[in-house]
């Protein structure tokens, strides 16, 4: 073996003496039994987990959207944006998404991730007071991983704020030089915490200290607001969001990310970032897709009312069963776990005997001692599949608590 080979598995016997070792659990979608998947030899699972937070992956609509686009315009994009990638329905997408969150302009990206990265990288390398500013930057210390890759590419003065926590937000943005430009960058529903941002306030805040907004809805858009405007939207300050971003593959049910904001910086963006200019865009067919998923939604009430429903009735019902529910304000339920590799095993009984999957939650993704196993019920899971899904975690947790102790 080279010495990186050897560096290699070293690292990854560390990783697995961690517990933290990530092996892919073979799922096979079934767009019209969701969530209901095939896994291994053809065994049927009830899948607890899903960011198709509102089952859209397979609606009908949106099916048959990809198929006939797919039929017109082929498989693939063919070229970036610049280089004959854009089609009528990369257009019609980003017109209904910034709409839906009343901007002027929305551009798209291959994934979230990469719009997260996109974006704030080319706004931060920008000097708008000055080629001797850098940018002063205020990060929510949980802030997914795709912001950070952002912030962490260019040179800028990153200030991380405990997770929400307003005052101290403020204190870092009180001692930073007042002469630099000020972004704040936040998410609104927090996927792994279930906990959502106080937006009201980190506007008026921004507002106070002349700092730009830039906000991550990705857990929320398409359900929370009643349009499916996100947080944003539900709180009333989308107008006061310089930027919002997003996604097309969790509560769309498709593939894709975006940002929304004035024409000029949108443009900007547009024509300065590498991770817009320089990738093929979207299959014409996953844009139509997605342009009629975020059609569909944003007139379906009912589909969002029951999302909600849905969440709080698992949270009654895991509270009922005295199971260690950690507390959420978002339509995702966290149950603490607390170990790496009870955390696995846990994941792979309610797998392996159950035929349910819920995925485990490990360090990085959490602090260790916090490990978890995270539900995301969707407008599909019935009552019936929650008493399932009680009865096996009460079985499974009872015994495994005893030995732990
Ligand atoms: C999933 C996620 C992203 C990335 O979105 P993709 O479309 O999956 O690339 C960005 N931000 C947050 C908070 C996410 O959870």
């Not at 797919?70 to 089609?87: D, E, L, P, V, Y």
């Not at 950070?148 to 403020?170: M, Q």
């Not at 939207?233 to 930027?243: M, P, S």
């Not at 844009?287 to 998923?293: D, E, F, P, R, T």
Request: hydrophobic share 40%.
């Amino acid at each position: 073996m080279s010495a990186f080979e050897t560096f290699c598995q070293t690292a990854i016997d560390d990783i697995r003496a961690q517990g933290r070792y990530r092996e892919f659990t073979p799922l096979r979608k079934q767009a019209r039994r969701f969530p209901y998947y095939e896994g291994t030899n053809g065994r049927e699972v009830l899948v607890w987990s899903a960011n198709d937070y509102l089952a859209m992956g397979g609606h009908e609509a949106v099916i048959e959207a990809a198929c006939e686009t797919a039929r017109q315009m082929g498989a693939g994009a063919g070229g970036t944006r610049n280089i004959s990638g854009t089609s009528p329905a990369h257009d019609a997408l980003e017109a209904e998404l910034a709409h839906l969150h009343g901007k002027p302009a929305a551009l798209l990206f291959t994934s979230g991730f990469v719009s997260n990265q996109a974006a704030l990288s080319t706004i931060l390398a920008s000097r708008p007071a000055g080629r001797e500013h850098l940018w002063q930057v205020f990060s929510d210390e949980k802030n997914h991983a795709s912001m950070i890759a952002g912030l962490k590419s260019v040179p800028a003065h990153v200030h991380i704020f405990r997770h929400n926590d307003l005052a101290h937000l403020e204190q870092l943005l009180e001692a930073a030089p007042p002469e630099a430009p000020r972004l704040i960058a936040f998410e609104s529903v927090y996927s792994m915490d279930a906990d959502i941002a106080p937006l009201e306030a980190i506007c008026d805040l921004a507002e106070r200290f002349g700092a730009m907004t830039y906000l991550d809805e990705v857990h929320a858009v398409g359900m929370y607001g009643r349009t499916g405007g996100g947080v944003s939207e539900r709180d009333g300050v989308a107008h006061r969001i310089d930027i919002i971003e997003g996604t097309l593959a969790k509560a769309f049910g498709c593939h894709g990310g975006y940002i929304t904001g004035q024409s000029v910086v949108v443009d900007y963006i547009r024509c300065v970032a590498p991770g817009f200019i320089f990738t093929t865009s979207l299959p014409p067919s996953t844009a139509a897709a997605a342009l009629a998923s975020v059609r569909h939604v944003r007139g379906d009430h009912d589909r969002r009312a029951r999302l909600f429903e849905r969440a709080e009735t698992l949270k009654r019902r895991f509270d009922a069963a005295g199971l260690p529910r950690i507390a959420s304000e978002s339509h995702i339920v966290p149950l603490h776990i607390g170990e790496a590799v009870l955390c696995r095993e846990v994941s792979q009984r309610l797998l392996e005997e159950f035929g349910m999957y819920a995925t485990p939650i490990n360090y990085p993704t959490v602090p260790r001692g916090q490990e978890r196993l995270r539900f995301t019920p969707s407008p599909a899971h019935t009552d019936e599949m929650m008493d399932a899904l009680v009865a096996a975690l009460v079985q499974i947790l009872a015994p495994a608590k005893r030995q732990a102790a």
